[in-house]
């Protein structure tokens, strides 16, 4: 027979058994386990309390007992370090009919919880049978010595305010849905810890109970979330007011709150199942140290029901904070909480009381990192350290919510719209940390070395290390240092450890570096880069020793006008040959040659060592090289700027050649200058622009663009830069400048200067929906190589008021085919790479959901000049 599993609630003390009972268990069930509580003795539920002192050093432990005791009783009660040791063990007495006991226990200065350091005490309670020594219940707890308090307007733990550098959660998996094995949530909240994620908020409901006891273990800080939204009244109520689509969100609460919080959070009606929500989370997850507040919900508007949630649960547990964004003026809760607020506002709202403020300032969500984002991370991150008041926040969200789909043979992470669902949020749903598969996107490789609990910088020959843990030194960490000369290839020319001070939590110290890292002195300019690496020294429960927790880096050479990357293998020179037809100019020269149309003023072919350094034309006349503003939408585009790029006619620039002319015809050098009108059709604006080519006599093309914005002309642009059409056989890139994952201009902060080397294909990023990606910034120069190693090389030569460096991308996919793509698996990919050497490339923002780029990331539309040089190259 099988294993019964039989749940009794009631039950004997064991000291006798009902004979009918008896007969029923022994008598036809022989494999019956009973999971089961004694009837007249019992513990029905506990709640653990730590008390810290004045010094934050010894301790209260605080034990209530909720009973069922119709008998006189005692039970016994150990607490052990984790190391075993006994630090209590005494018998209490539990008196007849009285259904709460409270005990309390002086702990000599236990070993703190916080989240970096998570040390567990083992609770044990042993019920006795009345009149007996025999354990009839046992009630097992792990507990944290901490004490939360808000001290001058800050959330502190154990004396000391916290910076939150948390995530949204929601419970996902991309084959079971909302059913999240347990060694999967494991694995979410190590990959946080490796990110230097340090909180973490149960978005919008209280989690699995083993989520928190992984939190207690591992050390995050928690914000338990009561289930509670009403986001759909929302629309009820905003929708018949018509309010404009840019009305910042603060603005529209004014105008929708009240009135929607009439429905539920307003009405007497709901105040018992508003409260109840409530009384369930609390009673439940009350006895876990990683918990630090409550949350009454999610936008749930703001009612006197949220006002009965807010008493109970301070008069059950008066010493956590709690919080509720929806309350817009803090009249309960205990901090201030906003969504997405622009850095000036949030800024604002940190300064407006000064120093001296009783209430934080937490953003509940912010960040939104939905598909190509979030931008903006490292201006966030220095409002939060420069404003007391601001204790940081979570990004909008961890993960994407994809559910892995196969249709048609295809398979790929369904989203809202993909089940025939309706109503459905389509995208909105992908705009996590991590893929539906829950690896990390480059938003999370952003954000890890962003909130980076360690800052570096060097002041003069010293190296200053800031360290920004709030508990903890920095004795756990080792460092180490490497200085490489880039130009042509990288050349390490030092390296070595780095010895460490100690250096306390929230103190700074000044080390000084290796005198030889500083005497390293380049006669050719090329450039010397000083990189320093902190490691974990020692293992941990969410990483092995080695760990990267940052890094930073900083050139030690050169000034501007001084760099140099570096001399290529020589290319022989000679004279060239100018032919030149009613159609055409071509000019030959030593293994190379150029052709231009004379009716389109447009480069068409280019030969070198005998194979087509650009694509092979489709026609004679076909262009390969033009000028390029446009770019696929990222999500936050589309929400945002690509409407009105796309009202503007960027998304379909044709030039129109004005003239066409030939100034220098060799043999040394050949000068073409090539006017042209890029415009929208229909529309009355467009860039007049001057294109100069120069072909030297070793094959080496320059490309001078002059630009002049006439008419009506938008006010921003998504990039300026040009176009090539590569040849099919280039198949990898070697560049010099930020990598070795894609990078825009306020989304950089993760990639290093270096030399990288990828194939064209890795450079994609594959979001799973399909948008604008793979970009580099900062570059010095790029080489695109075909399997022999024969290539082409870009360098950039700023014009007045341009960047120092330039950007680009090798794509394999067209905008327009990224723009309509729902998956990967609908992409159809270009039959040669597009080849974007960009002046200029706009920021991603998160304006999806917060604030877009901010004007010094966007791309002014305004006269240019800038200069591309593209040579014959070679991969050593």
Same mark, same amino acid.
């Given at each position: 027979?099988?294993?019964?599993?039989? *749940?009794?609630?009631?039950?004997?003390?064991?000291?006798?058994?009902?004979?009918?009972?008896?007969?029923?268990?022994?008598?036809?069930?022989?494999?019956?386990?009973?999971?089961?509580?004694?009837?007249?003795?019992?513990?029905?539920?506990?709640?653990?309390?730590?008390?810290?002192?004045?010094?934050?050093?010894? =301790?209260?432990?605080?034990?209530?007992?909720?009973?069922?005791?119709?008998?006189?009783?005692?039970?016994?009660?150990?607490?052990?370090?984790?190391?075993?040791?006994?630090?209590? *063990?005494?018998?209490?007495?539990?008196?007849?009919?009285?259904?709460?006991?409270?005990?309390?226990?002086?702990?000599?200065?236990?070993?703190?919880?916080?989240?970096?350091?998570?040390?567990?005490?083992?609770?044990?309670?042993?019920?006795?049978?009345?009149?007996?020594?025999?354990?009839?219940?046992?009630?097992?707890?792990?507990?944290?010595?901490?004490?939360?308090?808000?001290?001058?307007?800050?959330?502190?733990?154990?004396?000391?305010?916290?910076?939150?550098?948390?995530?949204?959660?929601?419970?996902?998996?991309?084959?079971?849905?909302?059913?999240?094995?347990?060694?999967?949530?494991?694995?979410?909240?190590?990959?946080?810890?490796?990110?230097?994620?340090?909180?973490?908020?149960?978005?919008?409901?209280?989690?699995?109970?083993?989520?928190?006891?992984?939190?207690?273990?591992?050390?995050?800080?928690?914000?338990?979330?009561?289930?509670?939204?009403?986001?759909?009244?929302?629309?009820?109520?905003?929708?018949?007011?018509?309010?404009?689509?840019?009305?910042?969100?603060?603005?529209?609460?004014?105008?929708?709150?009240?009135?929607?919080?009439?429905?539920?959070?307003?009405?007497?009606?709901?105040?018992? =199942?508003?409260?109840?929500?409530?009384?369930?989370?609390?009673?439940?997850?009350?006895?876990?140290?990683?918990?630090?507040?409550?949350?009454?919900?999610?936008?749930?508007?703001?009612?006197?029901?949220?006002?009965?949630?807010?008493?109970?649960?301070?008069?059950?547990?008066?010493?956590?904070?709690?919080?509720?964004?929806?309350?817009?003026?803090?009249?309960?809760?205990?901090?201030?909480?906003?969504?997405?607020?622009?850095?000036?506002?949030?800024?604002?709202?940190?300064?407006?009381?000064?120093?001296?403020?009783?209430?934080?300032?937490?953003?509940?969500?912010?960040?939104?990192?939905?598909?190509?984002?979030?931008?903006?991370?490292?201006? %966030?991150?220095?409002?939060?350290?420069?404003?007391?008041?601001?204790?940081?926040?979570?990004?909008?969200?961890?993960?994407?919510?994809?559910?892995?789909?196969?249709? @048609?043979?295809?398979?790929?992470?369904?989203?809202?719209?993909?089940?025939?669902?309706?109503? *459905?949020?389509?995208?909105?749903?992908?705009?996590?940390?991590?893929?539906?598969?829950?690896?990390?996107?480059?938003?999370?490789?952003?954000?890890?070395?962003?909130?980076?609990?360690?800052?570096?910088?060097?002041?003069?020959?010293?190296?200053?290390?800031? *360290?920004?843990?709030?508990?903890?030194?920095?004795?756990?960490?080792?460092?180490?240092?490497?200085?490489?000369?880039?130009?042509?290839?990288?050349?390490?020319?030092?390296?070595?450890?780095?010895?460490?001070?100690?250096?306390?939590?929230?103190?700074?110290?000044?080390?000084?570096?290796?005198?030889?890292?500083?005497?390293?002195?380049?006669?050719?300019?090329?450039?010397?880069?000083?990189?320093?690496?902190?490691?974990?020294?020692?293992?941990?429960?969410?990483?092995?020793?080695?760990?990267?927790?940052?890094?930073?880096?900083?050139?030690?050479?050169?000034?501007?006008?001084?760099?140099?990357?570096?001399?290529?293998?020589?290319?022989?020179?000679?004279?060239?040959?100018?032919?030149?037809?009613?159609?055409?100019?071509?000019?030959?020269?030593?293994?190379?040659?150029?052709?231009?149309?004379?009716?389109?003023?447009?480069?068409?072919?280019?030969?070198?060592?005998?194979?087509?350094?650009?694509?092979?034309?489709?026609?004679?006349?076909?262009?390969?090289?033009?000028?390029?503003?446009?770019?696929?939408?990222?999500?936050?585009?589309?929400?945002?700027?690509?409407?009105?790029?796309?009202?503007?006619?960027?998304?379909?620039?044709?030039?129109?050649?004005?003239?066409?002319?030939?100034?220098?015809?060799?043999?040394?050098?050949?000068?073409?200058?090539?006017?042209?009108?890029?415009?929208?059709?229909?529309?009355?604006?467009?860039?007049?622009?001057?294109?100069?080519?120069?072909?030297?006599?070793?094959?080496?093309?320059?490309?001078?663009?002059?630009?002049?914005?006439?008419?009506?002309?938008?006010?921003?642009?998504?990039?300026?830069?040009?176009?090539?059409?590569?040849?099919?056989?280039?198949?990898?890139?070697?560049?010099?400048?930020?990598?070795?994952?894609?990078?825009?201009?306020?989304?950089?902060?993760?990639?290093?200067?270096?030399?990288?080397?990828?194939?064209?294909?890795?450079?994609?990023?594959? %979001?799973?929906?399909?948008?604008?990606?793979?970009?580099?910034?900062?570059?010095?120069?790029?080489?695109?190589?075909?399997?022999? @190693?024969? @290539?082409?090389?870009?360098?950039?030569?700023?014009?007045?008021?341009?960047?120092?460096?330039?950007?680009? =991308?090798?794509?394999?996919?067209?905008?327009?085919?990224?723009?309509?793509?729902?998956?990967?698996?609908?992409?159809?990919?270009?039959?040669?790479?597009?080849?974007?050497?960009?002046?200029?490339?706009?920021?991603?923002?998160?304006?999806?959901?917060?604030?877009?780029?901010?004007?010094?990331?966007?791309?002014?539309?305004?006269?240019?000049?800038?200069?591309?040089?593209?040579?014959?190259?070679?991969?050593?």
């Amino acid at each position: 027979m099988n294993r019964l599993i039989v *749940n009794v609630y009631q039950w004997c003390d064991g000291s006798y058994i009902e004979d009918q009972d008896q007969w029923w268990l022994s008598g036809i069930f022989r494999d019956v386990h009973l999971i089961c509580f004694p009837s007249k003795v019992r513990i029905e539920d506990i709640f653990i309390k730590t008390e810290l002192d004045g010094d934050y050093r010894d =301790a209260k432990l605080h034990i209530e007992l909720n009973l069922t005791i119709n008998e006189a009783a005692e039970a016994i009660l150990s607490l052990r370090s984790a190391s075993g040791f006994s630090i209590i *063990n005494e018998k209490i007495k539990l008196s007849a009919n009285k259904f709460r006991s409270s005990h309390e226990f002086s702990v000599a200065n236990p070993t703190k919880w916080t989240a970096e350091t998570p040390h567990l005490y083992s609770l044990e309670i042993n019920l006795l049978a009345p009149n007996s020594e025999r354990s009839i219940q046992t009630v097992k707890q792990r507990v944290g010595f901490r004490s939360v308090e808000i001290i001058k307007g800050n959330i502190s733990v154990n004396g000391k305010p916290l910076l939150l550098r948390g995530v949204n959660r929601h419970d996902h998996h991309a084959l079971f849905g909302r059913a999240v094995p347990l060694a999967y949530m494991r694995r979410d909240l190590m990959i946080m810890k490796q990110h230097n994620i340090n909180a973490l908020r149960t978005s919008h409901y209280p989690a699995n109970p083993k989520l928190y006891e992984l939190c207690d273990e591992l050390g995050l800080w928690v914000m338990d979330e009561a289930d509670l939204e009403c986001h759909g009244f929302y629309d009820a109520v905003e929708r018949p007011q018509n309010l404009p689509p840019d009305m910042d969100y603060e603005e529209r609460k004014k105008y929708t709150f009240d009135k929607a919080a009439k429905f539920t959070s307003d009405n007497e009606d709901w105040k018992t =199942a508003y409260v109840d929500r409530m009384v369930q989370m609390v009673e439940r997850d009350k006895n876990h140290p990683s918990i630090i507040m409550w949350s009454l919900g999610n936008e749930a508007f703001y009612g006197r029901n949220h006002v009965a949630m807010y008493e109970w649960a301070k008069s059950r547990d008066p010493e956590r904070p709690i919080h509720y964004e929806g309350d817009v003026n803090a009249a309960s809760a205990d901090m201030f909480s906003y969504m997405y607020p622009s850095i000036e506002k949030l800024v604002g709202h940190a300064t407006e009381e000064g120093d001296d403020f009783e209430k934080p300032i937490v953003l509940c969500e912010y960040g939104h990192a939905m598909g190509n984002g979030p931008g903006l991370l490292e201006d %966030y991150q220095e409002a939060f350290r420069s404003h007391r008041r601001l204790q940081g926040g979570y990004i909008w969200e961890w993960s994407n919510h994809g559910l892995l789909k196969t249709e @048609g043979g295809k398979q790929f992470y369904a989203y809202g719209g993909d089940f025939g669902d309706l109503p *459905n949020d389509d995208t909105f749903v992908m705009d996590g940390l991590l893929f539906s598969d829950h690896t990390p996107t480059p938003g999370l490789t952003e954000l890890k070395k962003v909130i980076a609990p360690v800052r570096l910088w060097i002041e003069g020959n010293k190296l200053v290390i800031k *360290n920004e843990f709030e508990f903890i030194s920095l004795s756990h960490l080792i460092a180490d240092f490497k200085v490489e000369v880039l130009g042509i290839r990288p050349d390490r020319v030092l390296s070595g450890p780095i010895q460490l001070p100690h250096i306390d939590a929230g103190t700074e110290a000044k080390i000084d570096l290796p005198e030889e890292i500083f005497a390293l002195h380049r006669p050719d300019g090329t450039e010397v880069w000083l990189t320093i690496d902190f490691r974990l020294g020692v293992a941990t429960p969410w990483a092995e020793a080695g760990h990267s927790i940052t890094w930073y880096q900083t050139r030690l050479s050169a000034k501007k006008d001084e760099y140099s990357y570096g001399i290529e293998r020589p290319i022989m020179s000679s004279a060239i040959t100018a032919h030149e037809t009613q159609l055409h100019y071509r000019f030959i020269g030593c293994d190379f040659h150029f052709n231009f149309s004379r009716s389109r003023g447009a480069l068409v072919e280019w030969v070198y060592g005998g194979r087509s350094v650009l694509k092979k034309r489709e026609t004679a006349d076909d262009p390969l090289l033009a000028l390029g503003f446009w770019r696929a939408p990222t999500d936050n585009d589309a929400a945002s700027i690509s409407k009105e790029w796309k009202r503007y006619g960027l998304d379909a620039m044709t030039p129109q050649l004005r003239s066409f002319t030939l100034e220098d015809n060799g043999p040394e050098r050949v000068r073409l200058t090539a006017v042209y009108y890029y415009s929208p059709s229909i529309l009355a604006w467009g860039f007049l622009a001057k294109v100069t080519y120069e072909i030297s006599s070793t094959g080496k093309l320059s490309i001078k663009v002059n630009l002049t914005p006439q008419g009506n002309a938008p006010t921003t642009l998504p990039r300026v830069g040009i176009n090539l059409q590569l040849d099919p056989s280039f198949k990898q890139a070697t560049w010099y400048g930020l990598g070795p994952g894609e990078s825009y201009t306020d989304k950089a902060t993760s990639q290093q200067i270096g030399i990288w080397n990828s194939t064209i294909a890795h450079l994609q990023t594959p %979001y799973e929906v399909p948008q604008e990606n793979g970009n580099r910034t900062s570059t010095r120069w790029v080489k695109v190589l075909n399997e022999q @190693g024969l @290539g082409i090389k870009a360098t950039y030569l700023p014009g007045p008021n341009e960047k120092e460096f330039f950007q680009w =991308a090798a794509c394999l996919h067209d905008a327009k085919v990224l723009e309509v793509a729902r998956h990967p698996c609908d992409l159809v990919e270009r039959k040669e790479p597009l080849w974007r050497l960009d002046a200029d490339n706009a920021g991603v923002g998160t304006a999806a959901c917060g604030p877009g780029v901010k004007k010094e990331d966007q791309v002014e539309c305004r006269e240019r000049e800038f200069t591309f040089v593209l040579e014959p190259a070679i991969d050593f």
